[in-house]
């Protein structure tokens, strides 16, 4: 038997490709966040806990997953039994309210270690996987419409991307919505053109805004309004025929069954570390079949590690009708991993080794780690 040995907790500052402009921050760099949870037989499993915009998009921030994990989370877990994820998962549940992010990177880590020991793919512990490759969107986000259209035109024709997402909600509604319009002019017939207001919207901006945005052509509609307003995100998805997806209102199993039960989405946008960790975002994805709500694979811009996480957990669960958007480490200026996750024909390919398939070159983590 295998024991947790020692946590040790990387926030890496890797610069992104572009400013990456949101609703609630703009990015130029990404914090990336890692847990290297090192168990007494010499096996490292590593999971991911990162965030965007500081404490700008939810309640944890790169810091404060570093302090948590280390002060409350490593005491609890030095020792126990390595091959006993769950069971070591359930003693944090006890003790440790929410710090959804933090728990989800341990999870990944003690998964991704006894995938290496039992010589399996994360998938494979996870059930088996249903497909070797998932549909990506971009994210189209650099603030200027010209330049987005560009973007996604040599994102087409590299092959690399036929759905893109263009993020709004800093600007006016009538700015935003004319921006998209003409983004979706230019691809129309050739790409899925989807927007995500991350919560910028008041009911009102809502209706106006997704009124002028379905005319133009947007098939999906994720977090226009406040994540918490489940009566809101309803009459929007009663009112409109393009579908409306939740992001931030979901933060695990309990906020997926309000929602599924209330009928105030049409889509779920599934994120491993919102939800607080793979097993958790699994039952996410369980009520939304049982509530006959589609899914869509969510990131939060993680870079390889987070990203190969949540490619085995949606690949072994039920499919994502609106694929998924795990280009995560694609927006980074960097590489991290040892061997980069493969990208082609629109797809993200389902890494193939033991535990998540994917390592962390320690020597190049070194170049952007805080000290
Ligand atoms: C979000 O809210 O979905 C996902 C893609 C992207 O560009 O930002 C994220 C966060
Ligand atoms: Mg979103």
């Known amino acids: 038997m295998a024991r947790i040995d020692k946590i040790e907790v990387v926030i890496a500052d890797v610069p992104t490709i572009r400013q990456h402009v949101l609703a609630m921050a703009t990015m130029t760099t990404q914090a990336i966040v890692l847990v290297f949870i090192r168990c007494d037989d010499g096996i490292v499993g590593v999971g991911e806990a990162t965030t965007i915009g500081g404490l700008a998009y939810g309640e944890e921030s790169p810091e404060g997953v570093k302090l948590a994990i280390e002060t409350y989370f490593a005491p609890l877990l030095i020792g126990l039994d390595a091959d006993r994820p769950a069971a070591a998962m359930a003693l944090l549940d006890r003790h440790i309210v929410g710090n959804r992010f933090a728990k989800c990177a341990v999870e990944t880590g003690l998964l991704d270690a006894l995938g290496q020991r039992t010589g399996l793919p994360l998938s494979e512990l996870l059930g088996g996987r249903r497909c070797d490759a998932l549909p990506v969107a971009w994210t189209l986000a650099s603030g200027e419409t010209v330049r987005d259209i560009e973007e996604g035109e040599a994102m087409l024709a590299a092959c690399r991307h036929n ?31 989807r927007v995500d207001v991350n919560q910028h919207w008041t009911r009102a901006q809502a209706a106006d805004g997704i009124a002028r945005l379905q005319d133009a052509g947007v098939a999906l509609i994720e977090q226009p309004i406040d994540g918490q307003d489940v009566a809101g995100l309803r009459a929007l998805c009663e009112r409109f025929d393009c579908a409306i997806m939740a992001d931030e209102a979901l933060t695990g199993p309990a906020s997926a069954w309000r929602f599924a039960t209330a009928a105030a989405a049409d889509v779920f946008s599934i994120k491993i570390a919102q939800s607080g960790g793979l097993a958790a975002a699994a039952k996410v994805c369980a009520i939304a079949e049982a509530g006959h709500v589609a899914l869509y694979g969510g990131t939060m811009l993680e870079g390889g590690i987070g990203t190969a996480a949540s490619a085995h957990l949606f690949a072994a669960g039920p499919a994502m009708e609106w694929g998924t958007e795990l280009f995560g480490p694609l927006l980074l200026a960097d590489e991290l991993l040892e061997e980069p996750l493969h990208y082609r024909d629109f797809m993200l390919q389902l890494p193939v080794g033991p535990g998540l398939g994917v390592r962390i070159d320690r020597a190049r983590l070194d170049r952007f780690a805080r000290n």
Do not use: P, Q, W
Not at 169 to 193: L, T
């Open 163 to 193: 759905m893109f997402k263009i993020k709004i909600g800093k600007r006016e509604v009538a700015d935003d919505c004319a921006h998209v319009a003409a983004i979706a002019r230019a691809f129309e017939g050739r790409a899925s053109v």
